[in-house]
């Protein structure tokens, strides 16, 4: 994890992998595993309702079961968000919200480029 502060009141935590030919598949799985906390959050699954979660194959069938054990393990977007923080107001959280309200969540995808 990287801690990125550019000023006393803002600081930018974000999981980081290294780029390049040998760390693709190990990039796109750190992705996968965000975007399945954040499923989670919006489907109401926590670590106790885990067995919820889908399974999917798509790092082949021997690791369908990844993203659940996942969740089982770290829990849903606020779960692991409050862990790391503890409980922060909503409406305190900033960017680190989720739009739960409707329309598409504000999440870069990195790798992914404009025209690919």
Same mark, same amino acid.
């Given at each position: 994890?990287?801690?990125?502060?550019?000023?006393?009141?803002?600081?930018?935590?974000? *999981?980081?992998?290294?780029?390049?030919?040998?760390?693709? *598949?190990?990039?796109?799985?750190?992705?996968?595993?965000?975007?399945?906390? &954040?499923?989670?959050?919006?489907?109401?699954?926590? &670590?106790?309702?885990?067995?919820?979660?889908?399974?999917?194959? &798509?790092?082949?069938?021997?690791?369908?079961?990844? *993203?659940?054990?996942?969740?089982?393990?770290?829990?849903?977007?606020?779960? &692991?968000?409050?862990?790391?923080?503890?409980?922060?107001?909503?409406?305190?959280?900033?960017?680190?919200? *989720?739009?739960?309200?409707?329309?598409?969540?504000?999440?870069?995808?990195?790798?992914?480029?404009?025209?690919?």
């Amino acid at each position: 994890m990287i801690s990125l502060s550019h000023r006393e009141d803002v600081t930018f935590i974000s *999981l980081a992998t290294r780029e390049g030919e040998d760390n693709i *598949l190990f990039s796109s799985f750190v992705n996968a595993v965000v975007v399945a906390t &954040i499923y989670a959050q919006e489907n109401g699954i926590k &670590i106790k309702q885990s067995k919820a979660m889908p399974l999917v194959s &798509i790092f082949g069938s021997e690791l369908k079961w990844a *993203l659940r054990d996942a969740i089982s393990h770290l829990g849903n977007y606020d779960e &692991i968000y409050r862990k790391n923080f503890g409980y922060v107001a909503e409406e305190d959280r900033g960017r680190n919200i *989720l739009n739960e309200k409707g329309g598409p969540q504000l999440h870069s995808f990195p790798g992914l480029t404009h025209g690919q």
